[in-house]
């Protein structure tokens, strides 16, 4: 079917359904019915269960921070002795380290804001 055919279609049709396409317009352009907007619910059962491994996954993101600070820590112990760069990358990783560890530990608000 050519484009101006498909075009034409489109538009007889949507020409053809005004009510349902006005009701739609006054529903985004705030008259109209409300779109429902529910608050998030858990399936039955399964709330529990879910803060278990998201309890688990913050532990080992702290785990993992602890285990970056000191391993940044060492890297500029080391890297000082020996005069290298070694020191450099130590203490680069340690504004990473903190910055993953402050996204973990904001990470509900930040979900929060756009429930």
């Known amino acids: 079917m050519p484009p101006i ?5 489109a538009v007889h049709a949507i020409a053809s359904c005004h009510s349902v396409v006005l009701l739609a317009w006054h529903s985004v352009a ?3 019915p409300a779109v429902p907007d529910p608050a998030p619910q858990a399936p039955p059962g399964l709330a529990a269960k879910t803060n278990i491994v998201l309890g688990w996954g913050k532990w080992g993101v702290l785990v993992c921070g602890v285990a970056g600070l000191l391993i940044s820590g060492g890297k500029m112990a080391i890297g000082h002795r020996n005069r290298s760069s070694l020191a450099a990358d ?3 990783g340690i504004p990473w ?3 993953g560890l402050s996204l973990v530990a904001a990470s509900a608000a930040i979900v929060a804001v756009f429930l």
């Open 5 to 9: 055919l498909l075009h034409a279609a």
């Open 30 to 32: 705030g008259g109209g």
């Open 90 to 92: 130590g203490a680069t």
């Open 97 to 99: 380290v903190i910055g």
